[in-house]
Nanobody, 130 residues
């Protein structure tokens, strides 16, 4: 059964760092595009970062302006796991973070809408507060 599971969320102070993990099972993550999305209470879901498949697409990355220079998306092929490294965290980064994957591998390359993505995790809470 194909699924992804997020982990690594928690409570941190402003300026600190956190690394989220997205473990995939039932498929090869290298063949998928990977997107990280977040949603805060009362706000729309937004894409914060994505990475295209390097085998089925061009491997490009995208970052939202609000996180550019602070967040880094990556994948570890041997662990079949994707990561979101979050540095210099701010209170406005507080949200539930979701990992999603696209089996075509092209979702990030073509800047696809969220409904293009096939598999979604259950989310992990990130809270940034002093």
């Amino acid at each position: 059964q194909e699924q992804v599971v997020e982990s690594g969320g928690g409570l941190v102070q402003p300026g600190e760092s956190l690394r989220l993990s997205c473990a995939a099972s039932g498929f090869t993550l290298d063949q998928h595009a990977i997107g990280w999305f977040r949603q805060a209470p009362g706000k729309e879901r937004e894409e914060v970062a994505c990475i295209a498949s390097i085998t089925n697409s061009d491997g490009r990355t995208y970052y939202a302006d609000s996180v550019k220079g602070r967040f880094t998306i990556s994948r570890d092929s041997t662990k079949n796991t994707a990561y979101l490294q979050m540095n210099s965290l701010k209170p406005e980064d507080t949200a539930i973070y979701y990992c999603a994957t696209d089996k075509s591998g092209q979702g990030c390359t073509i800047r696809a809408a969220p409904d293009w993505y096939d598999y979604w995790g259950q989310g992990t809470q990130v809270t940034v507060s002093s």
